[in-house]
């Protein structure tokens, strides 16, 4: 299904609509606070965009020094082309420590590869830790937004669902009763869970470490208490210093929820007495789209969701509209790249303002790419109905006799068709406008009459 009609779909609920896109205005303005309240914002967001220069062009040598350096603070490095590739590898690791229950923090990566469905048929029990997650995993549907998973779902909703799953009392929306809810049934799959898995917010190539930031502790919770952490992290996660996460930590917190800082910044440099840690890396397209120039820095991306949170479209139309593991603008330029045929709607899912270009931490010109895998999609095709339309239109313009013969015929045609043919499902645009009124002459005759 393509995303207008995906997204009609989310608007047959418009008092739904209108809250989602309130509720993610509201973070939106959290984060403008936030960003204001620091004056070397938009210093802070050139230096993070020139590292992520400097690790795409550099992106071989700094992969390699990161595995040596891993390594060497005993970290065991896998590569994986591909998503099957990572689930075979991790699915290994779980085979060699016989485990069949494992607790996962939030990873957009994990998603890609669609990890959960892959593990569970292979008899592994998954758990997302992360609430928001958790709740949508409960539900069976994917994350509908990179930060906030399960920002679509009301208080209801989700009061509904815990007593259903979790047992608690009926009609109870009391946000801090469900999280306690929550917490205590997390509680009992952190203590069973032999093996933990993470993301990977910032890899270090300088000394082979990483970072993961979560507001829950949920990750740290579940890899404290596992005797195997197991991190998934894409490619392009890489950072060339550690001095450089004071640069990414202040953007990636203020940019996604308005917050100074993440509550959980944790660094991962080594195993502890008696544990395993592993490091899957992960290409899966990501070399390909670094390969096309006008789009490679997409790979910029720090994943903050603020691209999300101002687009007009996105806040009207819902993260499942988009059919794709990162949705928004970000989405709307990342899959193309993987199957441009499938995801050919998402980049017209755009007004094409530029506000995802302004508040991106990392600079990426995300409404330009937006514009260019547009041509690209219509290069793509053959002749379409916009297409067609347009030639049509260049036929018409271009030959004075024609286009004021048709001017004519418009102006008489519209004033006699009935509604049902003027406003049908050819005139998608009528759907939801009025027709303007049509006047009585033309502009040329009228300033003929008036030019004196
Ligand atoms: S493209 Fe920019 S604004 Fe959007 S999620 Fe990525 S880093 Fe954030």
Redesign the pocket.
């Known amino acids: 299904m393509s995303h207008p009609v995906k997204a009609s779909e989310f608007l047959k609920d418009p008092d739904k609509a209108k809250w989602h896109d309130e509720t993610l205005w509201f973070v939106r303005d959290k984060r403008d606070n936030s960003s204001k309240g620091i004056p070397e914002w938009e210093k802070l967001r050139d230096t993070a965009s020139q590292i992520k220069d400097n690790v795409l062009a550099n992106l071989d040598k700094y992969l390699l020094a990161f595995e040596e350096k891993a390594k060497a603070n005993h970290i065991h490095v896998h590569w994986a082309k591909d998503a099957e590739e990572h689930n075979q590898i991790v699915l290994r690791i779980l085979q060699k420590h016989k485990c069949k229950a494992i607790v996962k923090s939030k990873s957009i990566l994990t998603e890609e590869c669609h990890l959960n469905p892959f593990l569970e048929k292979h008899g592994v029990d998954v758990v997302d830790t992360d609430l928001g997650e958790r709740i949508v995993q409960l539900l069976h549907q994917p994350p509908s937004h990179?930060v906030l998973p399960a920002i679509h779902l009301k208080k209801g909703e989700i009061s509904d669902l815990f007593h259903e799953k979790l047992q608690t009392e009926k009609g109870n929306e009391d946000p801090e009763y469900l999280t306690h809810a929550a917490r205590t049934h997390l509680r009992e799959k952190f203590l069973a869970a032999k093996v933990a898995i993470t993301g990977v917010n910032f890899a270090v190539a300088e000394t082979g470490e990483f970072v993961v930031c979560t507001n829950e502790g949920n990750a740290d919770m579940g890899v404290h208490l596992a005797d195997v952490h197991i991190a998934c992290m894409g490619i392009e996660k890489i950072i060339p210093r550690r001095k450089d996460l004071g640069v990414f930590l202040r953007l990636l917190a203020r940019?996604?929820t308005g917050q100074p800082i993440t509550n959980y910044n944790s660094h991962f440099r080594s195993p502890s007495p008696g544990k395993e840690l592993h490091v899957v890396l992960v290409d899966n397209g990501r070399t390909k789209q670094l390969a096309r120039e006008k789009f490679k820095n997409?790979l910029?991306?720090?994943?903050?969701?603020?691209?999300?949170n101002t687009c007009p479209i996105y806040r009207r139309s819902g993260g499942y509209s988009y059919g794709s593991v990162?949705p928004?603008?970000?989405g709307s330029i990342l899959s193309p790249g993987l199957d441009i045929k499938k995801h050919s709607t998402l980049p017209f899912a755009s007004t094409l303002c530029g506000s995802?270009s302004d508040?991106?931490?990392?600079?990426?010109n995300?409404h330009e790419q937006l514009y260019e895998w547009r041509q690209e999609i219509a290069k793509s095709q053959g002749l379409n109905i916009k297409k067609l339309s347009m030639q049509i239109a260049n036929g018409v313009f271009s030959v004075p006799f024609a286009y004021q013969m048709s001017g004519a015929l418009l102006r008489g045609a519209l004033k006699i068709l009935p509604n049902s043919i003027a406003y049908s499902g050819i005139n998608a645009w009528g759907k939801q406008r009025e027709l303007p009124e049509v006047p009585q002459e033309t502009f040329k005759n009228w300033y003929k009459k008036n030019k004196a």
């Open positions: 990179i940019s996604a997409s910029k991306c720090i994943r903050c969701g603020a691209c999300m990162v928004g603008p970000i995802c508040v991106c931490p990392v600079k990426i995300i």
